[in-house]
C-alpha cells in the first residue's frame, strides 16, 4: 500500500534478489504472473511494451546494497541525479540541475556537493546520492535491495531513518530486502519469509517476530 514498508527475508541466494528484478522487470518470469495495480486495474507486468514498459519503470526505482559499486566514478554527484531526467527527457539543462539540487536537499545533503565525484563521499554519503536517484522520478515504489548491509552500524541507522522519513512524507510504498532481521524488524509493518524461492510464511511484523509458526522462520 502506498506509504507501506514490506519486508521480505530469507537467506542469500533464496531469491529475494531475483523477485525484485522481476518486478523491476529486469527479469521475465518463467511462469506465471506479474501483476501491478496501477489504482484502477490490475496490469500484467511482463505484457507491458513501449510507452507502457517506460512509464512502469519511472514508478518503480531501486537502492542499491553497494553504494560503492552502484555509482559510476567518472561521473559528478549532479550526472548522476539526473540521469534520469535525461534518459526520460524530461527538463532543460537548469531544470534539472534546479532538481539535483532539491533532491540533494531532501536526502540530507548540501548542494555545493553536487559538482563532487564519487570518490570524494563517505559510504553513507554515496547511499543517500543513491536514494536521490532513485526518488528522481517520483517513484510509487522503492525496491531497497539490502541498502544499509555495506554501510558502518553507525550509518545504518541514519540511513534507516533517512528511508522511513522519506516514506512518511512522500507516501512512498517500499520493499525492504534483507536477510537481517533486526533492520526489518525496525523498519516494516508486514514481513514476508522467503526460504528456497517460495513465500513459506507471511504475518505482521509484530506477529511474526511474537509468534513464528513455520520452522524456517
Request: proline share 4%.
Amino acid at each position: 500500500n502506498a506509504g507501506e514498508c514490506i519486508g521480505l527475508v530469507g537467506e542469500s541466494g533464496c531469491g529475494k534478489s531475483t523477485l525484485s528484478k522481476l518486478i523491476l522487470r529486469v527479469l521475465k518470469p518463467d511462469s506465471g504472473t506479474a501483476l501491478v495495480y496501477d489504482g484502477t486495474q490490475m496490469t500484467s507486468i511482463s505484457g507491458l511494451t513501449g510507452e507502457a514498459l517506460v512509464s512502469y519503470r519511472a514508478r518503480v526505482q531501486y537502492v542499491f546494497q553497494d553504494p560503492f559499486a552502484s555509482l559510476n566514478p567518472r561521473l559528478t554527484a549532479e550526472e548522476i541525479v539526473t540521469e534520469p531526467f535525461v534518459i526520460h527527457k524530461m527538463g532543460t539543462r537548469n531544470q534539472r540541475l534546479h532538481w539535483a539540487a532539491a533532491l540533494f536537499e531532501l536526502v540530507g545533503l548540501d548542494r555545493s556537493m553536487l559538482v563532487r565525484h564519487p570518490n570524494a563521499f563517505s559510504g553513507g554519503q554515496r547511499q543517500r546520492i543513491g536514494i536521490a536517484r532513485a526518488l528522481a522520478l517520483g517513484p510509487d515504489l522503492l525496491i531497497c535491495d539490502e541498502p544499509v548491509s555495506a554501510l558502518d552500524v553507525s550509518v545504518q541507522a541514519q540511513i534507516l531513518s533517512l528511508l522511513e522519513g522519506l516514506r512518511q512524507d512522500l507516501g512512498i510504498a517500499s520493499l525492504f530486502v534483507s536477510h537481517n532481521l533486526a533492520v526489518v524488524r525496525a523498519v516494516a509493518s508486514r514481513v514476508y519469509v522467503m526460504c528456497s524461492g517460495r513465500i513459506v510464511e507471511s504475518a505482521p511484523t509484530s506477529e511474526l517476530f511474537a509468534n513464528a509458526r513455520h520452522p524456517y522462520t
